[in-house]
Nanobody, 118 residues
Framework: QVQLVESGGGLVQPGGSLRLSCAAS????????MGWYRQAPGKERELVAV???????NYADSAKGRFTISRDNAKNTAQLQMNSLSPEDTAVYYC????????????WGKGTLVTVSS
C-alpha cells in the first residue's frame, strides 16, 4: 500500500508561479511512475505531467513549456513547478503513483487546491 501527501496549493495571480510537492510512503517498487493530475469543476480528472523512476517525463499539451515535473527517488518525492499560471489552471491537483507490474493499480493523494485569480 502507498500513501501520498500533497502540499503547496493556494491562491495565485495570473502569470504567477506555484510549486507543488508530493511525498510518498509505503510499498514503493524500485521501478515506478509518479504523476500529477488535476480536476476542474465540472470536468474529468486529467493528466498534467508524469515522471518515471528512470527520469522519463511526459506532459499534457496545456502544460508543456510552463510546468516542470521532477522527483527524488531516494526521498520518494515529486514536485511540480508551475509557471505562467492562468485561470484555466484552477483545479484540485492530485499526486499519483503507479508501481511497475502491479496490475495497473494507481494510488492517489487527497489533492491540493490551486486557484488562479486576480
Amino acid at each position: 500500500q502507498v500513501q501520498l501527501v500533497e502540499s503547496g496549493g493556494g491562491l495565485v495571480q495570473p502569470g504567477g508561479s506555484l510549486r507543488l510537492s508530493c511525498a510518498a510512503s509505503g510499498i514503493i517498487f524500485s521501478i515506478n511512475e509518479m504523476g500529477w493530475y488535476r480536476q476542474a469543476p465540472g470536468k474529468e480528472r486529467e493528466l498534467v505531467a508524469v515522471v518515471t523512476s528512470g527520469g522519463s517525463t511526459n506532459y499534457a499539451d496545456s502544460a508543456k513549456g510552463r510546468f516542470t515535473i521532477s522527483r527524488d527517488n531516494a526521498k520518494n518525492t515529486a514536485q511540480l513547478q508551475m509557471n505562467s499560471l492562468s485561470p484555466e489552471d484552477t483545479a484540485v491537483y492530485y499526486c499519483n503513483l503507479r508501481n511497475y507490474n502491479d496490475y495497473g493499480v494507481r494510488y492517489w493523494g487527497k489533492g491540493t487546491l490551486v486557484t488562479v485569480s486576480s
